[in-house]
């Protein structure tokens, strides 16, 4: 006999290991690329948001300036 049950039993726990493994490499490659993919767009959107927020400090600081401005004025031709 050439190993009988308990051989053909461990070689088909082997080969089922080995499927595994494979199947598993092969799922991680796929998400790796998935991630990859998405990454450049969740950089970005970063990018954008910071840009909005920059924005939006700038247009504070302009409604700003241009409501000292025009109280300047007011108070300049109630001066004269």
Do not use: C, Y
């Not at 308990?6 to 790796?32: C, G, N, P, Y």
């Not at 247009?59 to 300047?72: F, I, M, N, T, Y």
Request: glycine content about 6%.
């Amino acid at each position: 006999m050439t190993g009988g049950p308990l051989h053909e039993f461990r070689e088909w726990i082997e080969t089922s290991q080995q499927k595994v493994a494979e199947w598993q490499r092969s799922m991680d490659e796929r998400l790796r690329h998935l991630v990859e993919g998405i990454s450049p767009f969740a950089s970005l959107q970063k990018e954008v948001t910071g840009l909005a927020q920059r924005l939006a400090e700038v247009e504070r600081k302009l409604e700003r300036l241009l409501a000292e401005r025009g109280s300047q004025k007011s108070s300049d031709t109630a001066n004269e």
